[in-house]
């Protein structure tokens, strides 16, 4: 179950960034009116399903061994700390004047959710 799930967290995040980071590009080049805080959420949704897809995994299976409690809370509270801590930055930014420009944005919203992935990715990689 632990390939399966990696595998499909792989495939649903390298989806979302494709999709996403395109959408970006595209509405970044037309010279779109979007404000830095939609990129910004564009990038953590393509990230956020295969973090989802990693977290769930981490449950195990029904009337299986309970999930490794801290472990479990590290991981689901680490999308609401990095959201928090980018979202700040943004705002920063903004507030001084020196906004970011639309793809920064998208990479600073990718990079709210990439430690949090990664850090479930590992714990089932790492799982015995």
Do not use: Q
Not at 31 to 53: D, M, Q, V
Not at 64 to 78: C, D, E, Q, R
Not at 103 to 125: D, E, K, M, N, Q
Request: charge should be positive.
């Amino acid at each position: 179950m632990v390939v399966t799930v990696i595998t499909w967290s792989l495939i649903v995040a390298a989806l979302g960034l494709w999709g996403t980071g395109t959408l970006a590009v595209r509405y970044s080049r037309r010279g779109s009116h979007w404000s830095p805080e939609r990129f910004w959420l564009l990038g953590i949704g393509a990230l956020a399903p295969a973090w989802l897809i990693a977290f769930l995994g981490l449950t195990g299976e029904p009337g299986g061994a309970p999930p490794n409690k801290p472990l479990f809370i590290v991981v689901s509270a680490l999308p609401l700390l990095g959201v928090i801590v980018t979202d700040t930055i943004l705002r920063g930014l903004r507030g001084t004047g020196r906004g970011l420009p639309p793809f920064r944005s998208w990479l600073l919203g990718v990079t709210a959710i990439l430690p949090a992935w990664a850090v479930a990715l590992l714990v089932h990689i790492t799982r015995p």
